[in-house]
């Protein structure tokens, strides 16, 4: 069985990722901006297979991969910094704007919205870092069947993640028709959201740790 112990520090540490901005967060809103909350859902569809994808993934061995070849995961690192350092330089580059500022985007289909969810989760450093590094250390070997830990922490991580980014979905129309009105305010939450993004870039960049293994 999955300690307690465990479960809650999936769900905090889930709970913190979701809550910072990046490439899943930025893609949501946006879409749900400008095409409206139901093209919002479908695209967090697609970020949900892509988390999917991650689960089997990892626990089925792709972390094995990363120990053998370690030069492999810190490209993927350092290329998941790199994204992460231009989205924050978009943000806070002169003449930026905020993710919540409305802006003319073309209607993509059903289809689209679902793949580009899909491939922004399965290209987000976050993500990969969080199922390669930091779940697999809540895992106990005295627990038990490590496979079925591995499978049940990240289910945890993924009704966590679902659940937030949901609520960002349908309160993003909201959202943006507040700090329309209030410029200042919205200028703060683009200083706000590239900040975290460069510490998030240097944090992922400077990290040392290797990958670990829940197989």
Do not use: C
């Not at 830990?149 to 289910?155: D, R």
């Not at 993924?158 to 919205?186: D, E, H, K, M």
Request: proline residues 5%; positive net charge.
């Amino acid at each position: 069985m999955v300690e307690l112990s465990g479960v809650l520090g999936v769900a905090m540490i889930a709970l913190g990722m979701v809550l910072t901005p990046g490439p899943n967060m930025i893609y949501l809103v946006s879409r749900s901006i400008t095409q409206g909350r139901r093209a919002g859902v479908v695209s967090l569809g697609g970020v949900a297979v892509g988390f999917l994808v991650y689960l089997v993934a990892t626990n089925l061995g792709l972390s094995v991969v990363f120990l053998a070849v370690p030069e492999l995961y810190v490209a993927v690192k350092l290329a998941g910094a790199a994204y992460l350092a231009y989205l924050a330089w978009t943000a806070l580059r002169p003449g930026g704007v905020s993710v919540f500022a409305p802006k003319e985007m073309p209607h993509d289909s059903a289809r689209r919205l679902f793949t580009m969810g899909l491939m922004t989760n399965l290209l987000n450093p976050k993500i990969a870092i969080m199922y390669l590094s930091l779940i697999p250390q809540f895992i106990s070997l005295e627990a038990g069947n490590v496979l079925l830990q591995g499978f049940l922490l990240g289910s945890v991580q993924i009704v966590v993640a679902l659940t937030v980014n949901l609520a960002i979905v349908l309160a993003a129309g909201a959202i943006a028709v507040f700090l329309a009105r209030r410029p200042s305010w919205l200028r703060a939450q683009r200083y706000l959201m590239g900040t975290a993004l460069g510490v998030l870039a240097v944090s992922v960049a400077t990290d040392t740790s290797a990958p670990a293994t829940s197989g």
